[in-house]
């Protein structure tokens, strides 16, 4: 794993998406895995600017987003679809049907997980884009979740429900239940880019990259991939 500690979030968010762009450039059809969460914002608005300013094209990528919550709509305003969508895929020139985010109210649960994995098996991702749970979740793989597992229904820890609660008007109204890529899944990636910041962050950063492989802490699993670079703030990096 590759370590790179910066002084700052902007920092961070510059430094990852110039590696983001340039893949794109040099592979107009590339294939990334995309995240949601708090992390990943500032890459995406380095995207959209340079795509503004610059005219970086993502009319022939295909994207795959790691997650999505059960049982609210894509049109809901706390979905992921509708997260990609306001911080990202509005502001780029993707084509729609280039986007593919679990569908969080399929009526067929299994045959949406086993659907989302083969078309995962036919487009091996470039670039995967991470951020960590305090509980050292990737996507929504929670402690615990076997590495070896591959695009599954999860029930979410009352921890990351309780981190996910800025995001919604109370707790209650946030899913007990998502939809997210396996952690095989994660590691067939090329290359796998990962941002955590803060302090609330150090715990799961430190055993994510000094801790034994072990599967209650999911992000560890990252270690048996041989290109991961961590991107990380001082706060984030302050145990190792
Ligand atoms: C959610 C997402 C994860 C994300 C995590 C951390 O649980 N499913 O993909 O990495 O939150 O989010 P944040 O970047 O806001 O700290």
Redesign the pocket.
């Known amino acids: 794993m590759e370590i790179k500690v910066f002084d700052s979030y902007e920092e961070i968010s510059k430094a990852a998406s110039k590696i983001i762009i340039n893949q794109v450039k040099n592979k107009p059809e590339s294939i990334l895995g995309l995240?949601?969460?708090?992390?990943?914002l500032g890459i995406y608005k380095e995207m959209i600017q340079d795509h503004k300013g610059n005219n970086t094209t993502y009319q022939n990528i295909t994207t795959f987003n790691?997650?999505e919550y059960y049982g609210i709509k894509k049109t809901h305003p706390k979905s992921y679809h509708y997260f990609m969508k306001k911080n990202l895929f509005n502001h780029i020139d993707i084509k729609k049907e280039n986007i593919n985010i679990p569908n969080g109210v399929s009526k067929e649960m299994d045959i949406e997980c086993k659907e989302y994995n083969d078309k995962l098996e036919e487009h091996q991702i470039d670039i995967q884009l991470?951020?960590?749970?305090r509980n050292g979740?990737?996507?929504?793989n929670e402690p615990g979740t076997p590495f070896d597992s591959t695009t599954h229904q999860v029930k979410l820890d009352e921890k990351?429900r309780q981190?996910?609660e800025r995001f919604f008007d109370s707790i209650e109204e946030v899913p007990h239940y998502?939809i997210?890529m396996g952690i095989k899944n994660i590691l067939q990636s090329k290359r796998i880019i990962l941002?955590a910041t803060g302090k609330c962050?150090a715990d799961a950063v430190y055993g994510m990259i000094r801790g034994p492989i072990d599967i209650n802490c999911p992000a560890s699993s990252l270690q048996m991939h041989d290109d991961v670079t961590v991107f990380v703030d001082k706060a984030a990096a302050s145990k190792l």
Request: zero cysteines.
């Open positions: 995240a949601t969460g708090s992390s990943p790691l997650d991470l951020g960590i749970g979740h990737i996507g929504f990351t981190d996910n998502a997210t941002i962050k």
